[in-house]
């Protein structure tokens, strides 16, 4: 099983950036996908997931309204865009998935994980 993030890289404040993840290595269509983010020092949060049919999605209040998630077409593919991005949105962002068709806020209930991409928004 693999999860290969991509897309990452250095924007300014207000800027967009769009990343993306395939997984690979087993039938992922009734998986919910998601991402989280860990900034230096801090904990790996949840930051937003996507039901296996891609009809229910969540997010951290902090990204709110700025960001979006959405599977691609096969189903084993996850896109966040990223609007309006914040010099504390800076970070590794982490694709994951759950055997669960619906979402999970707790990255213990994650089962595989991306190496991780990294974002860095300039003030």
């Known amino acids: 099983v693999q999860l290969q993030a991509s897309g990452g890289g250095l924007v300014q404040a207000g800027g967009s950036l769009r990343i993306s993840c395939s997984a690979s290595?087993?039938?992922?269509?009734?998986?919910?996908m998601g991402w989280f983010r860990q900034a230096p020092g801090k904990d790996r949060d949840f930051i937003a997931g996507i039901s296996w049919d891609g009809n229910t999605v969540g997010y951290a209040d902090s990204v709110m309204a700025r960001f979006t998630i959405s599977r691609g077409d096969p189903r084993n593919t996850v896109h966040l865009q990223m609007n309006n991005l914040e010099a504390d949105d800076t970070a590794v962002y982490f694709c994951?998935?759950?055997?669960?068709?619906?979402?999970?806020?707790?990255?213990?209930?994650?089962?595989?994980w991306g190496q991780g991409t990294l974002v860095t928004v300039s003030s």
């Open positions: 290595g087993r039938d992922f269509s009734g998986y919910a």
């Open positions: 994951a998935a759950t055997p669960s068709p619906w979402i999970k806020r707790s990255r213990f209930e994650w089962a595989h």
